[in-house]
């Protein structure tokens, strides 16, 4: 079956511009994360979606970072006003609910020049 | 205290040797634990679950639970070049019913 998906693979954005980033999760999870991997470092948490209960969003770094999960599907993390600092991989994950394994998808490579 | 705690290495092993990747936790209440293999470039993959105390074995990986010391383990036997990889640590927080990830340790197989 079809696994995590995410869109687009790469995105190269200008300093100020705000990007959307998109995750597909397996069909019928109800657990949905979003991580941050910049080159060299570990998974850094950013936000936590499971079924209709409010999300977790305790790892945003900013006010410029926000989520959201339409229908408890697909997922978009918007990024307003990028900086360079944003650049990274940005992970999308799924899951069956809060208590099983992950599945990550390829991941978004942003670039912020 | 970190909640998964991993050393993040480089762990250097020989070719056909075992390698031994450590991990702690410290929420008592977790009753789920994974590993996850990432090489460089690529996403998490999942490895090995465990749920309960002792060893689960899978091919040349073997992991290994300890709730009561906070405690997990994977053993690889036989170690090839295709190991080098970072490996994570993850664990399903019941006071926070979400999963949290150590930081990985990147193990490097020598030939």
């Known amino acids: 079956g079809a696994g995590v998906s995410q869109s687009p693979s790469n995105k190269v954005t200008e300093k100020g511009k705000d990007v959307e980033l998109r995750c597909d999760p397996i069909?019928?999870?109800?657990?949905l994360y979003w991580y941050r991997q910049s080159l060299g470092q570990g998974l850094e948490f950013l936000i936590y979606?499971?079924?209709?209960?409010?999300?977790?969003k305790s790892g945003l770094p900013s006010d410029r970072f926000s989520a959201e999960r339409t229908g408890g599907s697909v997922s978009t993390l918007t990024i307003q006003r990028t900086q360079q600092e944003d650049s990274a991989v940005y992970l999308c994950?799924?899951?069956?609910?809060?208590?099983?394994?992950?599945?990550f998808g390829p991941g978004t490579r942003l670039t912020v020049l | 205290q970190k909640e998964v705690e991993q050393n993040s290495g480089p762990l250097s092993v020989p070719e056909g040797a075992i390698a031994s990747l450590n991990c702690t936790y410290s929420?008592?209440?977790?009753?789920?634990f994974f590993w996850y293999r990432q090489y460089s470039g690529k996403s998490p993959e999942l490895i090995m679950s465990?749920?309960?105390?002792g060893d689960k074995e899978d091919g040349r990986f073997t992991a290994q639970l300890n709730k009561a010391s906070q405690y997990v383990s994977l053993l690889i036997r036989d170690s090839q070049p295709s190991d080098s990889a970072t490996y994570l640590c993850?664990?399903?927080?019941?006071?926070?019913?979400?999963?949290?990830f150590g930081s990985g340790t990147r193990l490097s197989i020598r030939p």
């Open positions: 994950a799924s899951s069956s609910d809060g208590y099983n394994e992950q599945f």
């Open positions: 069909s019928g999870h109800t657990a």
């Open positions: 979606f499971q079924g209709n209960s409010a999300p977790d």
């Open positions: 929420d008592r209440g977790s009753q789920s």
């Open positions: 465990i749920y309960s105390n």
């Open positions: 993850a664990v399903v927080y019941s006071s926070a019913s979400k999963i949290i």
